[in-house]
């Protein structure tokens, strides 16, 4: 919503969605990053669009999200 309607950044609104509140809980030495040691948790967005085409927790993909995303479309 705040790159594709406000007009934010994608990089800063990563950083807001990520970073930001993990420094702010005081868990910024452990989540909020790519980074060696942290969990790999992620979500991967389609560039031209943000809409979310993968799920990763612990670097492994969750899911068939393909499947899910096309059966929840459907209904």
Known sequence: HVVQVV???????????TLTPARILGVDDRVGKLAPGYPADLVILDRATLNLTGVFMGGEPVG???AELWASSTV
């Open 7 to 17: 007009g934010l950044a994608l990089g800063d609104a990563l950083q807001m969605a």
């Open 64 to 66: 068939d999200l393909e």
